[in-house]
T-cell receptor, first 112, second 116 residues
Framework: GENVEQHPSTLSVQEGDSAVIKCTYS??????FPWYKQELGKGPQLIID?????GEKKDQRIAVTLNKTAKHFSLHITETQPEDSAVYFC???????????FGKGTRLHILP | EAEVAQSPRYKITEKSQAVAFWCDPI?????LYWYRQILGQGPELLVQ????????DSQLPKDRFSAERLKGVDSTLKIQPAELGDSAMYLC??????????????FGPGTRLLVL
């Protein structure tokens, strides 16, 4: 079946540095790619998303890039802060099934 | 800001008992999803509703799980009987998606289930 691979599973970054999380997807028809942040004991919260008609999208310290040819997309967080510590999930749409599937998540630790 | 509501937030039950979870999506959202999230994993879709109709329950263990959205608004997910392996976070999400086409999904806070 279709799947989304996410790397790394754990990432530790010094406060103020940048963090990059990468995902690859298998369905060439995927056209919607959301990123979610999940804090302990809470539901996932959408932080940014991108559709296949653009290659990059930015919102303050967060940016997402998409390479459709290579079927991968990445989340970039700049000037990291302690409140960025959380688990981040990427996801990709499966248009024929009208659903999205999630990666396994990246636990991001921001070190003081 | 409108949010997806879920209750209860936590549920502890013994195996073989019945449990039920409730979800109230964002007002006006036609599509409702139930996901199961095992610790350390991403959410996995159990069932998807478009209004009151089930459009995908291929991953729902139908021998013990059932879901309904009778009036196309709130929804209930039931497990009977609960098994040890059902311990997980159960997440509800909704999207506007009047045609079922992919739109942003908004998640509730989840119900954490522990089966003893």
């Amino acid at each position: 079946g279709e799947n989304v691979e996410q790397h790394p599973s754990t990432l530790s970054v010094q406060e103020g540095d940048s963090a990059v999380i990468k995902c690859t997807y298998s369905d060439s028809a995927s056209n919607y790619f959301p990123w979610y942040k999940q804090e302990l004991g809470k539901g996932p919260q959408l932080i940014i998303d991108i559709r296949s008609n653009v290659g990059e999208k930015k919102d303050q310290r967060i940016a997402v890039t998409l390479n459709k040819t290579a079927k991968h997309f990445s989340l970039h967080i700049t000037e990291t802060q302690p409140e960025d510590s959380a688990v981040y999930f990427c996801a990709a749409s499966i248009p024929r099934d009208d659903k999205i599937i999630f990666g396994k998540g990246t636990r991001l630790h921001i070190l003081p | 800001e409108a949010e997806v509501a879920q209750s209860p937030r936590y549920k502890i039950t013994e195996k073989s008992q019945a449990v039920a979870f409730w979800c109230d999506p964002i007002s006006g959202h036609a599509t409702l999803y139930w996901y199961r999230q095992i610790l350390g994993q991403g959410p996995e879709l159990l069932v998807q509703f478009q209004d009151e109709s089930v459009v995908d329950d291929s991953q729902l263990p139908k021998d013990r799980f059932s879901a309904e959205r009778l009036k196309g608004v709130d929804s209930t997910l039931k497990i009977q009987p609960a098994e040890l392996g059902d311990s997980a976070m159960y997440l509800c999400a909704s999207s506007f998606s009047p045609s079922g086409h992919q739109e942003t999904q908004y998640f509730g806070p989840g119900t954490r289930l522990l089966v003893l």
